[in-house]
């Protein structure tokens, strides 16, 4: 049998990421960590790729749907 695992909080960061995306996307905003360009269409596992980049780290107490900014994956 296979675990499963509750993502409280999922969807709701998951709609606030791609909002990000959208807004940061139409701006060609960059990483707000080195100033490069984000790679818009590069698949998620591709280290140039989007990330949505919350300002108090998860594991630091941040909320999961607390304000971030656009960088890349690396």
């Known amino acids: 049998m296979m675990a499963t695992y ?35 269409d590069a698949d998620w596992r591709d280290q140039w790729s989007y990330t949505y980049d919350h300002d108090v780290p998860i594991v630091a107490g941040g909320d999961p749907r607390g304000p971030g900014r656009q960088a890349h994956r690396r």
């Open 6 to 40: 509750s993502r409280p909080h999922y969807d709701s960061y998951r709609d606030l990421a791609e909002a990000l995306r959208r807004k940061a996307r139409a701006q060609d905003l960059p990483c707000h960590l080195c100033g490069r360009r984000i790679d818009w």
